[in-house]
């Protein structure tokens, strides 16, 4: 029979574990001190964060946890560690789809920690400008959801933009019902962005037919403009539940329970290879026969995955579209190297987006 440990030991071991994990934590800290002043040194003043290293040392931290605690919540822990030394080492800012509390601010927490400085915009087109102007070195955007398809305010503002895509985040979305009010029956009309609101549709349908259901540029706007009358409700995240004081009247009333938003990570950096990448670029062939045969051809003759292809209006020519593609591997891989050259002869607009490290967390 195993022995019991008193509970007084247990609690002193703790308390002895947990002074060895704070300093190291602090020699961590003051060795990104030095990596600064060592970049500061090599002439590298604009940012300091690097999404290849950030996303490799994350893989790493997965590969030698060994338990009780899950690879994920091993990640989450060093993301939070490697965000506060960044922040000794320069501060960061982050754009995002504000106000406070949408699902984009809690994607930039979960990809560069608590610890950056998160500026919020009206519109995904502000995210953009915000990166492009210097105002902040990296912005969080929308771009796909598993049961809605993709945000074409994203994409498109891609037409126009040089900004390259640096990382993508997932976030697993809960959709939840908030109003002042505790009593269902009471309410009049509900705000959300609208694509929650089309996330939500079977469940609205079902238990509040009828009821107007306007949209708005986003859910943490939706529950600003709940908590201003009890008639009214919103859709929204936790978070903004917790923002604006709101109750949760039903939680969890997305159709699908495996709803997830892909968001893309902009800024002005090329990620280098870590070896589990993805590129996405934009290609047009103009409206000709056996176009899209063209642009699919050199990936499969090079091996390579196609998660990815929606295609949107280039807005330059009558039926004319491009395409948006999301392909496996880093545009230095031989094999991709190989097939965006091939391809680049036949297309008409050829544009990398950038190469990034797949999600990790």
Known sequence: MTAIIPLSDLRERIDSIDQQILELINQRAECAQEVAKTKIAEGETETFYRPDR?????????????GPISDETAA????????ACLALE??????????????????AIKHFGHAVEGCPTSTINEVFHAVESGRCQFGVAPVENSTEGSVTHTLDCFMASNLKICGEVEIRVEQNLLSLSEDISTITEIFSHQQSIAQCREWLSSNLP??????VNSNAEAAKKASEDPGKAAIAGKMAAELYNLNIIQSNIEDDNSNTTRFFVIGKQEPASTGNDKT???????NRAGSLHKIIEPFAKYNISMSHIESRPSRRGLWEYVFFIDIDGHQSDDNVKQALENLMQSVKIPKVLGSYPKAVI
Request: hydrophobic fraction near 45%; include cysteine; charged fraction near 15%.
């Open 54 to 66: 950030e996303a490799l040392v994350l893989r790493r931290i997965k590969e030698l946890n060994a």
């Open 76 to 83: 989450w822990f060093f993301r939070e560690i490697m965000s």
């Open 90 to 107: 320069k501060p960061l800012q982050v754009a995002y789809l504000g106000p406070e509390g949408t699902f984009t601010q809690q994607a």
């Open 210 to 215: 009828g009821i107007v259901c306007t949209p």
């Open 280 to 286: 996405s670029i934009l290609v047009s062939t103009g």
